[in-house]
């Protein structure tokens, strides 16, 4: 039963279930399982703690890659992208030694965060190669995989200038999220169709999708995302509103770094 509380509220319905709620792990899937929900509402020394436990247990290659690519993607949600490259490529020479499918699954996000790292330290063209080495693994990936996929390369489109490419892969993101029981993958998709809508030049629809997703943040306690939507609303909402946002974005990250999030480069 705790397995699968914590399988739901890292990859489920139920992301936002307090820290006391959370059982405590009997398996290290299952502890995997936990420090992904920990992050994904913003519970960075936590999720940290169980990551750490993983990095000194005997793992076979396809979960010791994962825990690589989670310690990679903890750093990389707060603009750590640089130090974020040697966990996913530690991540990523890990899965090589996986068996199939496990491999699929753990090479798909070691490679979707370097291209990632990548994007974020200016390096496009790297971060397009890197993607299309990701798409052969899919087919035998995870769905969440493709969902992932299509973050960056809408990431890497709105990077490159290209709005409307990247409002396309935002938009599948959204469709195969629908299809999936994780509320996270839901909202974060979400709020990348309304920052590419605000590329395209359509504020106002930005600014009412962003509030949209504030609601489901808030909803389902997802204060990385929060943090991100606020940022957005700053940027395309009317001047009162992008006051007030701008605001909240700060608390949040206030609240991101008594968690533990220490950011690096810009920030609320």
Known sequence: ??????????????PGLAAAELPEPTDPLSRWHRAVALGGTGRYAAAR?????????????????LVESTRGSLLRQLGG???ATAF????AVT?????????AEALADALTGLAADALGTGRLA??????????PLLPEAPARAEVRWHWVRAETALAGGAAAAALRDARIAVDLAAALPSVRH?????????????????TVRSAELAR???????????????????MLRAGVATPAESAAAGGEAADHAARIRALGGDFVGPRA
């Open 186 to 202: 839901q909202v974060k998709s979400a709020l990348l169709v309304a920052a590419a809508t605000a590329a395209s030049g359509d």
């Open 49 to 65: 703690a169980d990551l750490g436990i993983l990095a000194r247990t005997r793992l076979d290659p396809g979960l010791r890659s």
């Open 81 to 83: 992208h640089a130090a």
């Open 126 to 135: 790297l971060a397009q190669r890197l993607l299309g080495r990701v798409e």
């Open 212 to 230: 949209q997703v504030d609601a489901d943040c808030r909803e389902h306690a997802l204060l990385p995302l929060r943090w991100a939507t606020a």
């Open 88 to 91: 996913d490529g530690r991540a």
């Open 95 to 103: 899965a090589l030694a996986a068996a199939s499918p496990a491999r």
């Open 1 to 14: 039963m705790g397995s699968e509380i914590l399988a739901s509220t890292a990859f489920g319905d139920t």
